[in-house]
């Protein structure tokens, strides 16, 4: 029996410390983990100086806090890394810069909501997954028993790291039912509560709803045998199945909000998983939906096909002009691609110049895209060269080696290229290939000074956006955006408000002001990919466009009303909008 129990103690004890030890381990490895994320910045995030300026923000300070909470973390797990992650990438107050990790679950529950005056609202619902008679125009008052502000403030606190910007509020608005394991977000199951006034009701109804779950199929904390050392590897060296320099990720740069991605890639979960109505494309992605909560602003004229790629059509305005629609979902050209959906956009320009007075042109809720593909859609909407925002980029060897190998490339293919060659949409001309191949001379020029942050300079040399050689809308143009307009959604209307092209209406846009790189490392912490702005643009004016986006020529903040009763003021506030176009001119 003295034997037995000496065993067990001895067991025990060897138990214990090796849960000691793995605990420690697994917070070395962490630490180091941490390391290499910090080096990535030091190399390549661009905005440092300006964030330092703006935010208070530094990399040592911040990467020190996060060790800290590694550290002081009793027993931690993969979950608390990851949060610990997120809070550092969201201390940069950046929309390209984020954290996305592998997993499979999300959460939704069948309701959308928006805020007005510091209220909220359901603007949407999906029927076809609830029988709880919430609608449209109903009050959020609690949720899980809590006042819905709390609830919210407690999400912009724990889930951005903005909290007072307008962005951050309609993020979290989101965020509400909508759930991502990918984001490093908790993912809920089971029952919740809410309490809603009905729209005309003055009495207070509780409801239960069941958050729709998408199962977590990789499972972590598992501990690490077998862990190998951490090596950096860029997502732009990945190699590609196509090997022309032409795909290469240079001549692709992103400019779109870093969190898009796992979003869209859960709503393919949710659509799947749900029956619901086709026609309510705004519930299940407002980010890059085809049709955002506008709605009809006039009397139908024309429409454009449902199966087309733009929700377009042309209306008449109280003012009695035959006024162009199209919505910009984002800056990718969706499933027909760039080059096919910058074709469709130019026929649309070219009917819109013949048979309207003026055109809107719908971005809220754009997550942004590709740079060649928004200069494709910009160069339609002008007969003048726009002058262009110049950017100040971080480079590497990398960078210079890319240079270096196909300055001789694009020479050759100046001279040999075909008709109808375009990138992402946007025809490749004599011209361009000049300023491409200056602009791989400038960053062969800059490394060679020394230099690894740039001086100013024009992105792919492209000074002066020269119009499209066969459409062209030269007539009144109103650009609606708001705070949920990320990145090519940034600066897409700053281009046209520093040419004084068009009148711009509606709130702040994000303020996402560069171009992204992605970027990942071999890890046991399920971290897929991060992602940052490695540049930073200056508009005419020098200001750049990071944090501060653009500001609209005609601010319009949505009412309770709006939220209520079908965006009716928004919708006259527009068509006012339009009326002072013709009066500017």
């Given at each position: 029996m003295k034997k037995t129990a000496s065993t067990i103690i001895l067991s025990l004890v060897t138990f214990f410390c090796y849960a000691a030890d793995s605990d420690e381990l697994r917070k070395s490895k962490m630490l180091s983990d941490l390391d290499i994320i910090k080096n990535s910045f030091e190399v390549k995030y661009a905005p440092s100086e300006w964030k330092r300026t703006y935010a208070q923000w530094d990399l040592n300070t911040q990467?020190?806090?996060?060790?800290?909470q590694i550290l002081s973390t009793p027993k931690i797990t993969v979950k608390d890394y990851q949060k610990i992650l997120r809070t550092f990438f969201n201390s940069t107050r950046d929309y390209h810069v984020a954290i996305n990790f592998y997993s499979t679950s999300a959460a939704f529950l069948p309701f959308r909501i928006k805020s007005a005056a510091g209220r909220y609202f359901i603007i949407s619902v999906d029927h076809k997954s609830t029988d709880v008679p919430i609608a449209k125009g109903d009050e959020l008052l609690e949720f899980n028993g809590r006042p819905i502000q709390a609830v919210m403030d407690d999400l912009k606190k724990l889930e951005q790291g903005n909290p007072e910007s307008l962005t951050d509020q309609a993020k979290a608005e989101i965020l509400l039912t909508e759930r991502i394991g990918a984001h490093g977000n908790d993912v809920p199951s089971g029952e919740v509560s809410i309490a809603v006034k009905h729209q005309g009701s003055k009495k207070k109804s509780t409801y239960k709803l069941e958050w729709m779950t998408v199962d977590e199929e990789i499972k972590n904390d598992k501990v690490y045998k077998g862990f190998t050392a951490a090596a950096v590897k860029m997502a732009a060296n990945i190699p590609r199945d196509d090997k022309s320099f032409l795909k290469h990720p240079f001549l692709?740069?992103?400019?779109?909000?870093?969190?898009?991605?796992?979003?869209?890639?859960?709503v393919k979960k949710y659509e799947m998983a749900q029956t619901r109505d086709p026609d309510d494309d705004f519930f299940v992605d407002p980010l890059g939906s085809k049709k955002s909560f506008i709605p009809y602003l006039g009397q139908l004229l024309w429409q454009n096909p449902d199966q087309s790629n733009f929700h377009a059509y042309i209306y008449m305005s109280p003012g009695q002009k035959r006024i162009g629609y199209i919505r910009i979902s984002d800056y990718e050209g969706g499933a027909a691609g760039a080059a096919n959906a910058a074709q469709e956009f130019a026929e649309l320009i070219a009917k819109f110049q013949r048979d309207t007075d003026a055109l809107v042109i719908d971005q809220i809720y754009n997550p942004g895209g590709e740079v060649f593909y928004m200069y494709a859609l910009a160069s339609m909407l002008t007969n003048k060269p726009f002058d262009l925002p110049t950017h100040r980029e971080t480079i590497t060897q990398e960078d210079v080696l890319y240079a270096l190998n196909n300055l001789k490339n694009f020479k050759k293919f100046r001279a040999a290229k075909k008709q109808d060659e375009n990138i992402s949409g946007y025809p490749i001309t004599p011209e361009l290939v000049e300023s491409i191949s200056s602009h791989l001379t400038f960053v062969i020029d800059e490394w060679n000074a020394g230099r690894t942050f740039t001086n100013p300079g024009y992105l792919y040399g492209i000074q002066k956006?020269?119009?499209?050689q066969r459409v062209n809308f030269t007539k009144p143009l109103l650009i609606l955006v708001n705070e949920m307009a990320f990145s090519c959604g940034d600066f897409l209307p700053a281009i046209l408000q520093d040419n004084k092209r068009a009148t711009i209406f509606g709130t702040q846009t994000a303020g996402a002001g560069g171009y992204v790189i992605e970027q990942t490392h071999p890890n046991l912490f399920g971290i897929q990919e991060y992602t940052f702005t490695a540049s930073v643009a200056e508009r005419l004016d020098k200001k750049p466009i990071e944090n501060l986006g653009v500001t609209?020529?005609?601010i319009y903040n949505l009412?309770?009303?709006?939220?209520?009763n079908n965006y009716v003021g928004y919708m006259n506030a527009v068509n006012s909008a339009v009326d002072g176009l013709f009066k500017k001119k």
């Amino acid at each position: 029996m003295k034997k037995t129990a000496s065993t067990i103690i001895l067991s025990l004890v060897t138990f214990f410390c090796y849960a000691a030890d793995s605990d420690e381990l697994r917070k070395s490895k962490m630490l180091s983990d941490l390391d290499i994320i910090k080096n990535s910045f030091e190399v390549k995030y661009a905005p440092s100086e300006w964030k330092r300026t703006y935010a208070q923000w530094d990399l040592n300070t911040q990467i020190e806090n996060a060790k800290s909470q590694i550290l002081s973390t009793p027993k931690i797990t993969v979950k608390d890394y990851q949060k610990i992650l997120r809070t550092f990438f969201n201390s940069t107050r950046d929309y390209h810069v984020a954290i996305n990790f592998y997993s499979t679950s999300a959460a939704f529950l069948p309701f959308r909501i928006k805020s007005a005056a510091g209220r909220y609202f359901i603007i949407s619902v999906d029927h076809k997954s609830t029988d709880v008679p919430i609608a449209k125009g109903d009050e959020l008052l609690e949720f899980n028993g809590r006042p819905i502000q709390a609830v919210m403030d407690d999400l912009k606190k724990l889930e951005q790291g903005n909290p007072e910007s307008l962005t951050d509020q309609a993020k979290a608005e989101i965020l509400l039912t909508e759930r991502i394991g990918a984001h490093g977000n908790d993912v809920p199951s089971g029952e919740v509560s809410i309490a809603v006034k009905h729209q005309g009701s003055k009495k207070k109804s509780t409801y239960k709803l069941e958050w729709m779950t998408v199962d977590e199929e990789i499972k972590n904390d598992k501990v690490y045998k077998g862990f190998t050392a951490a090596a950096v590897k860029m997502a732009a060296n990945i190699p590609r199945d196509d090997k022309s320099f032409l795909k290469h990720p240079f001549l692709h740069k992103s400019m779109r909000a870093g969190f898009y991605k796992p979003v869209k890639d859960a709503v393919k979960k949710y659509e799947m998983a749900q029956t619901r109505d086709p026609d309510d494309d705004f519930f299940v992605d407002p980010l890059g939906s085809k049709k955002s909560f506008i709605p009809y602003l006039g009397q139908l004229l024309w429409q454009n096909p449902d199966q087309s790629n733009f929700h377009a059509y042309i209306y008449m305005s109280p003012g009695q002009k035959r006024i162009g629609y199209i919505r910009i979902s984002d800056y990718e050209g969706g499933a027909a691609g760039a080059a096919n959906a910058a074709q469709e956009f130019a026929e649309l320009i070219a009917k819109f110049q013949r048979d309207t007075d003026a055109l809107v042109i719908d971005q809220i809720y754009n997550p942004g895209g590709e740079v060649f593909y928004m200069y494709a859609l910009a160069s339609m909407l002008t007969n003048k060269p726009f002058d262009l925002p110049t950017h100040r980029e971080t480079i590497t060897q990398e960078d210079v080696l890319y240079a270096l190998n196909n300055l001789k490339n694009f020479k050759k293919f100046r001279a040999a290229k075909k008709q109808d060659e375009n990138i992402s949409g946007y025809p490749i001309t004599p011209e361009l290939v000049e300023s491409i191949s200056s602009h791989l001379t400038f960053v062969i020029d800059e490394w060679n000074a020394g230099r690894t942050f740039t001086n100013p300079g024009y992105l792919y040399g492209i000074q002066k956006l020269q119009p499209h050689q066969r459409v062209n809308f030269t007539k009144p143009l109103l650009i609606l955006v708001n705070e949920m307009a990320f990145s090519c959604g940034d600066f897409l209307p700053a281009i046209l408000q520093d040419n004084k092209r068009a009148t711009i209406f509606g709130t702040q846009t994000a303020g996402a002001g560069g171009y992204v790189i992605e970027q990942t490392h071999p890890n046991l912490f399920g971290i897929q990919e991060y992602t940052f702005t490695a540049s930073v643009a200056e508009r005419l004016d020098k200001k750049p466009i990071e944090n501060l986006g653009v500001t609209p020529d005609i601010i319009y903040n949505l009412t309770t009303d709006d939220l209520q009763n079908n965006y009716v003021g928004y919708m006259n506030a527009v068509n006012s909008a339009v009326d002072g176009l013709f009066k500017k001119k």
